[in-house]
């Protein structure tokens, strides 16, 4: 048998070699300062570095070690963020508040009443939609008074047909008195009956449904 040869006559692959042998392919602020150390050790004292680039050396690695303690600023104040979200979503838990809603609820005759403000006279349109996005009902009001209103959906679509079980999505649009149109949110209250922390996120539980953070609009005791 012949050392370093296979059977088939192709030399045998050494073990391939330690990553710590590879050259990085980005150079950290060590790196950067043993290449300025090597380059003052083996320049030409006939010829030195000129003061401008040695200078200019420097400064590329006093902010090079800027950017790096920058980015590790962030990153601890993206930990401490996180954690004060969390703190501050637990505390809401079995409070009342009130937040932006878009779902309805069909399960047979129940039905929640959607619930918006409006902060002037307008005419009301609203549409339901499934979960495909296709409108099965339009509803429209007239003449509505600024404040707080209930709209009751019958479950049924445009055809007077009832809908399948199930959660739809609305839409509200408000026609003001001069033909402008603005699209309003729905609004639902309840009790923080838990906090729930997924993907980086935090949602609160309210009547069985997840609502971001970002949707509460009013916290009461």
Do not use: C
């Not at 006559?9 to 602020?29: E, H, R």
């Not at 993907?199 to 005791?221: D, H, T, W």
């Amino acid at each position: 048998m012949l050392d370093g040869i296979s059977g088939t006559g192709i030399p045998q692959m050494s073990s391939p070699p330690n990553t710590s042998d590879y050259v990085k392919k980005q150079l950290d602020k060590d790196a950067f300062l043993k290449i300025l150390l090597t380059e003052m050790k083996y320049q030409d004292p006939t010829t030195p570095i000129d003061n401008k680039d040695f200078i200019a050396q420097l400064a590329q690695f006093s902010s090079l070690e800027q950017m790096k303690n920058l980015s590790a600023s962030f990153t601890q104040f993206e930990k401490t963020q996180d954690s004060l979200n969390r703190f501050q979503a637990a505390a809401l838990v079995g409070k009342n508040v009130v937040v932006s809603n878009d779902k309805i609820s069909v399960n047979g005759m129940q039905i929640d009443p959607i619930t918006f403000q409006l902060d002037k006279p307008a005419d009301v349109v609203v549409k339901i939609l499934d979960s495909s996005g296709n409108v099965v009902k339009t509803m429209k009001v007239a003449s509505l008074d600024a404040g707080t209103h209930e709209l009751h959906w019958d479950g049924t679509d445009d055809k007077g047909s009832p809908v399948p079980d199930g959660y739809y999505k609305f839409q509200i649009t408000a026609i003001n008195a001069d033909g402008t149109q603005e699209d309003i949110p729905g609004l639902i209250g309840g009790k923080v009956e838990a906090v729930q922390f997924r993907n980086g996120g935090v949602n609160l539980i309210i009547n069985g449904i997840a609502y971001s953070m970002a949707q509460i609009l009013e916290i009461s005791g």
